[in-house]
């Protein structure tokens, strides 16, 4: 569907809000102590270890709690844990459980449960992976407390165990935890707010959370990750509406409370609408993606990713997701969040004007020889498919052939992660975003990484690029880290780590009986209530 579509469904998902949803799935009313929440995507898998997909961090955020959180200051706060305690040398941690956390199946959080979790996240994680390379020993000490010995230090440590960006350290019961990290979980026991009700779970329409009683949240006053995760609802209900028309009017039906991801077409017909509200998800924002399989022919040329980075022209991108609304989007001649201490346009010229010609001299000189792209482009997401239908015409302009695969997120984040050849169920590329907050330094930005096999799907291998991460943990002041960083941005520019699509906010929208909706990188559904 093309945006003036868009614009023709949203002027009738007011004339269907008008005639009462007619024209609409049956969805009922909600009670006040039920929200009805339409996320970004479908919830086609629940892993939260397995896969780094937005959506399923977001569920997993009300089912598992994590150990430390992340504040909107960017700093950890002790969550699950009661206290620590670091060596004077740097090499030993120690870290206490808060007492009475128990897990939805009413047993009882202990450290042995902890260093499996942790285990299993340090499998995937790119922080993990750090610690990984670097331990000695993981091992419960009694039944709250555990140990993390390490050959040299490691001072972001609590950064590491608090980040939003997923994989987070969610914290299962030690039998799933024991799952091989590669293998998808199939148990669902978490020790968050909320439970899911795994015989609710139809994925394409409906995943189901409702409040577990024993859940202990901390005193503190919630702040994004970090605080009292105190649930004011009994029950959330994910409902999934692909259609963005369909969405519109449900919402201004009441048959759904809040919408994570509006159109920006529809926005005006909802602003019109007295009983909601309409407001910036997060102000941080969102980087657009063109990720590239550095593994198989053409994009293990690094002349043919650049000759798609020259030929890129971040507006047509970013127009084709957020429409006409200049104030709602920036070119981004590299890879850091802007208005954030770290951001840079070092290196990044490559990004600022397109040069078709150029582009095609490149190709010409990778000795590109017709392979066909597979783009492997999810429709049910506004941000990928409009960025997809882009990338089409961009890689025919400069003379590639395109096989351009239209598909659904869940099957998109099952495929992105086969390492077989593109003609053998593999792909070449495809598209996704970056939140923000989650790209404001190499530490929690997992998409920046470039180390081979241990880097995110795609698999760039750039040594200079984790050269210059390297140089950044180990920085002694932001002059150091900004330094490293430029260095970093030039770096992942010339190799084409991926290629940046822009930088572009997105709405939320909720119904005006819905109180408690704040800002940030996910969904905050503690504090949230319903008249």
Not at 119 to 146: H, S, Y
Not at 257 to 284: C, F, H, M, Q, Y
Not at 310 to 331: F, S
Not at 486 to 492: E, F, I, S, V, Y
């Amino acid at each position: 569907m093309d945006r003036r579509t868009f614009l023709k469904s949203a002027t009738g998902a007011g004339v269907v809000a008008a005639a009462g949803g007619l024209a609409m799935p049956a969805i009922a009313q909600g009670s006040a102590k039920t929200l009805r929440f339409v996320p970004q995507a479908n919830l086609a898998n629940f892993d939260p270890i397995w896969g780094t997909q937005y959506v399923v961090r977001n569920a997993a955020a009300l089912v598992w709690d994590t150990l430390y959180g992340v504040d909107s200051k960017f700093q950890p706060q002790r969550q699950m844990v009661e206290a620590e305690e670091m060596s004077s040398d740097g090499l030993t941690w120690t870290f206490k459980l808060r007492s009475g956390l128990k897990f939805h199946d009413g047993t009882p959080v202990t450290a042995k449960d902890v260093v499996a979790s942790l285990n299993r996240w340090a499998a995937r994680d790119p922080m993990g992976l750090m610690i990984k390379a670097i331990q000695v020993e993981l091992a419960p000490v009694d039944e709250l407390t555990w140990k993390w010995v390490l050959k040299e230090p490691y001072p972001k440590m609590l950064l590491a165990l608090a980040k939003n960006n997923s994989p987070c350290t969610f914290i299962m019961p030690e039998r799933i935890a024991k799952t091989d990290p590669f293998t998808q979980i199939t148990e669902y026991v978490g020790s968050g707010p909320m439970k899911f009700l795994k015989s609710d779970w139809v994925p394409g329409a409906k995943a189901v959370f409702e409040k577990f009683a024993d859940y202990k949240p901390r005193s503190e006053k919630a702040d994004w990750l970090a605080g009292g995760k105190n649930m004011l609802v009994d029950r959330i209900e994910w409902v999934i509406i692909p259609d963005p028309a369909t969405a519109a009017a449900a919402l201004q039906n009441g048959e759904v409370d809040w919408w994570e991801t509006p159109l920006a077409d529809l926005v005006p017909v909802l602003r019109s609408n007295k009983d909601i509200n309409v407001d910036i998800g997060d102000p941080l924002g969102n980087i657009g993606a063109f990720r590239m399989n550095h593994l198989f022919p053409p994009f293990n040329n690094v002349k043919v990713r650049q000759a798609v980075l020259t030929a890129l022209n971040q507006e047509d991108y970013m127009r084709a997701i957020v429409g006409d609304d200049d104030k709602l989007w920036k070119p981004l001649p590299g890879f850091f969040t802007p208005g954030t201490p770290l951001y840079t346009e070092e290196g990044g010229d490559m990004l600022k004007q397109r040069n078709v010609a150029a582009a095609k001299k490149l190709l010409a000189e990778s000795g590109y020889k017709g392979e066909p792209v597979i783009c492997i482009v999810a429709q049910d997401m506004v941000p990928t498919k409009a960025m997809g239908d882009v990338t089409a015409e961009l890689l025919k302009s400069i003379g590639m052939k395109v096989d351009f695969v239209a598909t659904d997120w869940g099957t998109v984040g099952a495929r992105r992660a086969q390492k077989t050849p593109p003609d053998q169920g593999g792909w070449s590329m495809f598209h996704t975003w970056h939140a923000g907050a989650d790209c404001v330094n190499p530490a929690s930005y997992t998409a920046i990484r470039a180390n081979g096999d241990k880097a995110w799907f795609g698999w760039p291998n750039v040594p200079a690029v984790e050269t210059e991460v390297t140089n950044w943990f180990k920085a002694k002041d932001l002059a150091e880290e900004k330094a490293a960083i430029g260095r970093l941005n030039k770096a992942a520019v010339e190799n084409v780590v991926y290629a940046p699509t822009g930088f572009y906010l997105s709405y939320q929208a909720w119904r005006k009986n819905v109180s408690g909706v704040t800002s940030g990188p996910l969904p905050f559904f503690w504090g949230v209530s319903k008249a």
